[in-house]
């Protein structure tokens, strides 16, 4: 990387880069500061002002060294997170350190650093999505599965060079098992593979992945998770993620990355690929419901949602459970109260993108539980932040892809891994791959009526459909269950 920024300078330098990285380039010939983070926010890299001095670091913690360093919280923040669960960027949970954004520079001189310059981005997920928007990419369909399936080849041999033990996580999804697979069909060996299971059927994907494995070939590593032994986890995740962060899925996000570490140093993972290619059930069904219930009446569909809610999501899950058992377990929902809650606030919207907003938020009113504090405006709500897309389910995307992917998803599989020492790598979210997506129409995103349906196509070359074809699960944890069950005496202590 110093000698691309020596040979070409450092604009020029980014654009040939590929990957994830943050860094900081002192300039000694123009005695300037750069701090600089990759495209779509894999690495952390953190900043602020403490008396006139920049300091910077790519952990909070290390903010605490600074003999400066207050640590005041920031309210405002704290209000975001109930909100998100997370804090969005470019906040931390400290007032006056900030995340840098993702593809951007923040440069300084001597002249300059106690002015607060302001990041500058040098690549755009915005300029990308509307650039793509408006050049589709035209062919027959199988003209384009096969272009992807040669892009993603190469993403994923680029990140498989390394010098150290090479494996990945599988859980048996469509995004990890493509990766999988065009890793094991580019090794001559068999790739090590990780997953992690749970004794709750509702929550357990080993199976699936181990009927991947067996597939593909790979030699597979499985653990099942006990309450006791994810409730041994928790105490670690504070010194992990430095500021609050309610994303459950952190604490099978850290079980597979120790699992992974004991045999390899570095894990290729399929995250990006439900942002980027359609994989979240809201992209199917938001069109759809806002379709439906847009027709009727506003006053209508807040009494309806007004009603939803007499009960309590408590009272929701244990009607369902009584019917759950009826049901085949491919039909049976995850908390369901919830949904019911959920569903309530969908019907109260005035927009599709006010559904889309309601979606995303953990709760109505935050500030209303954190005294003294306000919302400030996010790229989630500042719509003057969105790029111009006129298909729903393309904003959608758009703004996953900006906010819950960087500040989320790539937050919780960078500081897991990290914190045993493994270095987690995303093919999918090669920025050539990124910018191709942009240019695929929705109508082949979903085609047939199938989420991820051109990253299936790929799949399908190594893995067959009854393998793979069932519904979503995501990476959770059946930690309701837990908490009413084995985990409840514990966690009543705690409060």
Known sequence: MLAATSKWGLEEALKRFNGMFAFA????????????????????????????????ASELKAFHAYPGFRGEIDRDAVALYLRHNYVPAPLSIYRGVYKLPAATILSMTEKTVGSAPKPASYWSVREVAERGVADPMTGHENDIVAELHELLKDAVALRMEAEVPLGAFLSGGVDSSTVVALMQAQSRTPVRTFSIGFYEDDYNEAEDAKAVARRLGTEHTELYVTPDEAMAVIPHLP???????????????????????RDVTVALSGDGGDELFGG??????????????????????????????????????????????LLPPRLRQRNPGEKV?????????????AMYLSLVSHSKEPTLLVPGSSEPTTTLTDRKEWAKLADFTQRMQYLDTVTYLPDDILVKLDRASMGVSLEARVPLLDHRVVEWAWRIPVSLKFHRRASKWLLRQVLYHYVSKDIIERPKMGFGVPIGKWLRGPLRHWAESLL
């Not at 300039?27 to 690495?43: I, T």
């Not at 809650?341 to 993108?353: N, Q, R, T, V, Y």
């Open 25 to 56: 380039l002192w300039d000694r010939h123009e005695r300037a500061l750069h701090l600089v983070r990759d495209r779509l926010g894999e690495k952390p890299l953190y900043y602020g002002w403490i008396d006139d001095v920049c300091v910077f």
């Open 280 to 325: 979240y059930d809201r992209y199917l069904w938001g069109r759809r419901i806002w379709g439906k219930i847009r027709w009727c009446p506003a006053p209508v569909r807040r009494t309806a949602g007004n009603l939803l809610t007499l009960l309590s999501p408590a009272v929701w899950d244990r009607g369902y459970s009584s019917a759950a058992a």
């Open 239 to 261: 010194t992990l993620y430095d500021e609050p962060f309610a994303d459950s899925s952190q604490i099978p996000t850290f079980l597979i990355s120790q699992l992974a570490r």
């Open 341 to 353: 809650h959920k569903l309530a606030e969908i019907l109260s919207a005035e927009s599709a993108d």
